[in-house]
C-alpha cells in the first residue's frame, strides 16, 4: 500500500499570503495525484486532479505541481473561505490511498 | 447538475451488517464513471472502500474486501454498499461519490461527493 504523507499537520497563513501545502507518496504515483478541500461538516471538494489540472471551478490561485513522489498545491492569496483541511489522494495503484490532511488556519 | 445523496440506518449493532444506498441525480449511471464508498472515522481522514462501475465490475480496498459488498441498480440509478461484521472501528461519516474513469480504465478521482451520513456501530 502507498503511503501519502502530508506536510505540515497544521499551516498558519495570514489572509492575503501564499500557503505551500506538500504531499510525498512512498513510492511513485506518476501524475495519478488529486488534491481535495474539506470544511467542517461538508464533504471533500476536489481541487486538483491529474497534479496540476484544476477541476470545474475552482478559482485560478489554486495550483497544483509535481510527479512520482513529491507533490505540491499552492494557494496564491488566501482568502478568507479557503481555511479549511487539504488532503492528497494518489490513484494510481491499489489501494487508492489519501494523506492524513493538513489543516489550514487563520494566522 | 450531478448529486449523489446517501441513506441508511445511522446506528448497527456490532457483528452486523451496515447497509447504505446512494441515489444518483442529474446523471445516469448507465452513462458512465465509477461509483465509488468512502468513509471518515470521526476527527480521522478519509478512507477508500471500493468502486463500481454501471457493468458491475468492482474494485475494493484490500483491508476490507472480505467484508464489502457493492452492487449497482442502473433502473433506480442508485448503487450500494455492504459492510458485514461490524465493530466500534467501522464508525465513520459514509460518503458516496463519481469518480472518472482513469487512463488506465479503472476508478480514479473523486469529483461528485453526496454529503455524507453518520454510522454508529454500537450495542
Known amino acids: 500500500e502507498i503511503v501519502m504523507t502530508q506536510s505540515p499537520a497544521t499551516l498558519s497563513v495570514s489572509p492575503g499570503e501564499r500557503a505551500t501545502l506538500s504531499c510525498r507518496a512512498s513510492?511513485?504515483?506518476?501524475?495519478?495525484l488529486a488534491w481535495y478541500q474539506q470544511k467542517p461538516g461538508q464533504s471533500p471538494r476536489l481541487l486538483i486532479y491529474?497534479?496540476?489540472t484544476r477541476a470545474t471551478g475552482i478559482p485560478a490561485r489554486f495550483s497544483g505541481s509535481g510527479s512520482g513522489t513529491e507533490f505540491t498545491l499552492t494557494i496564491s492569496s488566501l482568502q478568507s473561505e479557503d481555511f479549511a483541511v487539504y488532503y492528497c489522494?494518489?490513484?494510481?495503484?491499489?489501494?487508492?490511498?489519501f494523506g492524513q490532511g493538513t489543516k489550514l488556519e487563520i494566522k | 447538475q450531478v448529486q449523489l445523496q446517501e441513506s441508511g440506518p445511522g446506528l448497527v449493532k456490532p457483528s452486523e451488517t451496515l447497509s447504505l444506498t446512494c441515489a444518483v441525480s442529474?446523471?445516469?449511471?448507465?452513462?458512465?464513471?465509477?461509483w465509488g464508498w468512502i468513509r471518515q472515522p470521526p476527527g480521522k481522514g478519509l478512507e477508500w472502500i471500493g468502486s463500481?462501475?454501471?457493468?458491475?465490475?468492482?474494485y475494493f480496498n484490500p483491508s476490507l474486501k472480505s467484508r464489502v459488498t457493492i452492487s449497482v441498480d442502473t433502473s433506480k440509478n442508485q448503487f450500494s454498499l455492504k459492510l458485514s461484521s461490524v465493530t466500534a472501528a467501522d464508525t465513520a461519516v459514509y460518503y458516496c461519490?463519481?469518480?472518472?474513469?482513469?487512463?488506465?480504465?479503472?476508478?480514479?478521482?473523486?469529483?461528485?461527493w453526496g454529503q455524507g451520513t453518520l454510522v454508529t456501530v454500537s450495542s
Open positions: 461519490a463519481r469518480g472518472p474513469v482513469s487512463a488506465k480504465g479503472y476508478p480514479g478521482y473523486f469529483d461528485y
Open positions: 442529474g446523471y445516469s449511471i448507465s452513462s458512465g464513471y465509477y
Open positions: 463500481i462501475n454501471h457493468s458491475g465490475s468492482t
Open positions: 513510492q511513485s504515483v506518476s501524475a495519478n
Open positions: 491529474g497534479s496540476s
Open positions: 489522494q494518489q490513484y494510481n495503484n491499489w489501494p487508492y490511498t
